[in-house]
């Protein structure tokens, strides 16, 4: 059994025994102690529930119960509330996140989209070499305004730093100790026959086999140029 104080219920049941005894008391001219004081005997400092009657100790033990229940519903509550606000402070993070990337990567996609339109738009630009009319000779102006026709825009510079240590736009350089060949030296120089017959000697011939190996080969003339400047050749 329980070792539970329960005063108020003790108090209350001396109360009323005391009330009866008063009017005993006062019928035979005995003294009389007032009610509080002979609760305060009975009960004293505390009272046990098994000193209770049974009704009485089923009354305390309810109350102790739904107490109990109460107080753990709320720490369940809280628990609860604040596992809540974790996930869902969670949550907000993961979704930024997830927008951060699909910015970047929404940017990225841009970026690349309008790099393929300007590389397209300087293809369309550019003139096929054989839009150029054959000539008896052709000076490095020459050549190298026919490059900057037939090369896109944004890789010119680094076409022409791969021809200006190959041949230094002599178009008939021909390397004596090997076959090589041309402005960008073909080895041999009759590969250059699949831009064109006249590749011995007409400079757009060569320019355009030069642009078709450096894209096939390097992706681009700056990635043949970024080669050649690790391995001095390409």
Same mark, same amino acid.
Not at 114 to 137: C, G, H, I, L, M
Not at 168 to 196: C, H, I, V
């Given at each position: 059994?329980?070792?539970?104080?329960?005063?108020?219920?003790? %108090?209350?049941?001396?109360?009323? %025994?005391?009330?009866?005894?008063?009017?005993?008391?006062?019928?035979?001219?005995?003294?009389?102690?007032?009610?509080?004081?002979?609760?305060?005997?009975? %009960?004293?400092?505390?009272?046990?529930?098994?000193?209770?009657?049974?009704?009485?100790?089923?009354?305390?033990?309810? =109350?102790?119960? *739904? #107490? #109990?229940?109460?107080?753990?519903?709320?720490?369940?509550?809280?628990? =609860? @509330? @604040?596992?809540?606000?974790?996930?869902?402070?969670?949550?907000?993070?993961?979704?930024?996140?997830?927008?951060? @990337?699909?910015?970047?990567?929404?940017?990225?996609?841009?970026?690349?989209?309008? @790099?393929?339109?300007?590389?397209?738009?300087?293809?369309?630009? *550019?003139?096929?070499?054989?839009?150029?009319?054959?000539?008896?000779?052709? &000076?490095?102006?020459?050549?190298?305004?026919? !490059?900057? #026709?037939?090369?896109?825009?944004?890789?010119?510079?680094?076409?022409?730093?791969?021809? /200006?240590?190959? &041949? /230094? $736009? +002599?178009?008939?350089? /021909? +390397?004596?100790? &090997?076959?090589?060949?041309?402005?960008?030296?073909?080895?041999?120089?009759?590969?250059?026959?699949?831009?064109?017959? /006249?590749?011995?000697?007409?400079? !757009? *011939? #060569?320019?355009?086999?030069?642009?078709n190996y450096m894209e096939g080969r390097y992706? &681009?003339?700056?990635?043949? $140029?970024?080669?050649?400047?690790? +391995?001095?050749?390409?």
């Amino acid at each position: 059994m329980s070792r539970i104080s329960v005063r108020g219920f003790a %108090v209350a049941s001396a109360t009323a %025994v005391t009330t009866v005894g008063c009017v005993v008391g006062v019928a035979s001219g005995s003294t009389v102690q007032t009610p509080s004081e002979d609760a305060e005997a009975l %009960v004293g400092d505390s009272t046990l529930l098994a000193d209770l009657p049974a009704g009485q100790q089923a009354q305390v033990q309810t =109350a102790s119960l *739904t #107490q #109990q229940a109460d107080s753990q519903a709320i720490a369940a509550d809280t628990t =609860a @509330k @604040k596992d809540a606000e974790a996930a869902a402070r969670k949550k907000a993070a993961e979704n930024a996140v997830a927008k951060q @990337k699909a910015a970047e990567k929404a940017e990225q996609e841009a970026k690349e989209r309008e @790099k393929a339109r300007q590389e397209a738009a300087s293809r369309s630009a *550019t003139r096929d070499p054989s839009s150029f009319a054959p000539q008896a000779s052709y &000076s490095v102006a020459d050549i190298q305004a026919m !490059a900057r #026709q037939i090369v896109p825009a944004g890789q010119f510079q680094c076409f022409s730093a791969i021809v /200006d240590h190959e &041949s /230094d $736009w +002599n178009y008939r350089a /021909d +390397n004596p100790t &090997s076959d090589a060949y041309g402005l960008m030296q073909a080895l041999p120089g009759s590969k250059m026959s699949s831009a064109g017959a /006249d590749w011995a000697t007409n400079p !757009a *011939t #060569q320019i355009k086999w030069g642009l078709n190996y450096m894209e096939g080969r390097y992706g &681009s003339p700056c990635g043949a $140029w970024e080669f050649w400047q690790a +391995n001095n050749w390409y």
